[in-house]
């Protein structure tokens, strides 16, 4: 039964961020097979480096679930086009769906790898951030993730409120349910009252004038 729900909550996080990557592909006029690529590595992308850093065979790789689902992302996305790539929303709600779902199914498997939770919580993370990182290197934009935005520090934030609960003694259900509803929550609320984290960059500029200054004196 657990085995039969990480795989539901995976091909569900699958289709989540399958879609918000088509979309984002679809917004910069990629063509289909360019859209189904990136789709594919934003959906997989994480999961593949949390596989390879568990040293686990590679979840895509064991069966062609995934590159399947990822293309009925694509028939979705290209069916209801006005609907997804036309609501300026789309992207953030999917993202945050699949970010929540992966950030969970990061940390069942390393639980079940034997890993103490602050590596679960660190595989949790890379499972919801990277493959959106290699999205974004590949649609040649700034990745998200190290923007000042808040992204990584929500699946931290949930993969801790997993870790909480489970010191409760809460159930899987209550575990699952809260890491996932803490980084979706998060991600709204980051947008919506327009929370972030403090940049680096007014110490570096000032740093790089002094430097500057120096070399002409």
């Given at each position: 039964?657990?085995?039969?729900?990480?795989?539901?909550?995976?091909?569900?996080?699958?289709?989540?961020?399958?879609?918000?990557?088509?979309?984002?592909?679809?917004?910069?006029?990629?063509?289909?097979?360019?859209?189904?690529?990136?789709?594919?590595?934003?959906?997989?992308?994480?999961?593949?480096?949390?596989?390879?850093?568990?040293?686990?065979?590679?979840?895509?790789?064991?069966?062609?679930?995934?590159?399947?689902?990822?293309?009925?992302?694509?028939?979705?996305?290209?069916?209801?086009?006005?609907?997804?790539?036309?609501?300026?929303?789309?992207?953030?709600?999917?993202?945050?769906?699949?970010?929540?779902?992966?950030?969970?199914?990061?940390?069942?498997?390393?639980?079940?790898?034997?890993?103490?939770?602050?590596?679960?919580?660190?595989m949790g993370m890379i499972t919801g951030s990277f493959g959106g990182v290699i999205r974004d290197i590949l649609?040649?934009?700034?990745?998200l993730f190290f923007r000042k935005d808040i992204y990584a520090t929500a699946c931290i934030a949930g993969g801790?409120?997993?870790?909480?609960?489970?010191?409760?003694?809460?159930?899987?259900?209550?575990?699952?349910?809260?890491?996932?509803?803490?980084?979706?929550?998060?991600?709204?609320?980051?947008?919506?009252?327009?929370?972030?984290?403090?940049?680096?960059?007014?110490?570096?500029?000032?740093?790089?004038?002094?430097?500057?200054?120096?070399?002409?004196?």
């Amino acid at each position: 039964m657990d085995d039969l729900f990480l795989i539901i909550i995976e091909v569900v996080g699958t289709i989540a961020f399958a879609i918000s990557g088509i979309r984002l592909a679809a917004a910069r006029s990629f063509d289909w097979f360019g859209a189904y690529i990136i789709g594919l590595v934003t959906a997989i992308g994480g999961g593949t480096l949390r596989d390879v850093l568990l040293d686990i065979p590679v979840f895509w790789m064991q069966t062609p679930l995934y590159l399947l689902v990822t293309g009925i992302s694509l028939a979705i996305t290209i069916i209801f086009r006005r609907a997804l790539v036309g609501f300026n929303r789309s992207l953030f709600i999917f993202d945050a769906i699949g970010l929540a779902l992966f950030v969970v199914i990061g940390i069942q498997k390393s639980l079940m790898m034997g890993y103490p939770f602050w590596v679960a919580i660190s595989m949790g993370m890379i499972t919801g951030s990277f493959g959106g990182v290699i999205r974004d290197i590949l649609i040649n934009i700034e990745p998200l993730f190290f923007r000042k935005d808040i992204y990584a520090t929500a699946c931290i934030a949930g993969g801790l409120v997993y870790w909480i609960c489970w010191l409760l003694g809460c159930s899987d259900m209550i575990q699952q349910a809260g890491c996932a509803v803490t980084v979706v929550g998060l991600r709204m609320c980051a947008i919506h009252f327009k929370w972030s984290l403090p940049i680096l960059n007014y110490q570096y500029k000032k740093t790089e004038n002094i430097n500057e200054n120096n070399g002409t004196e």
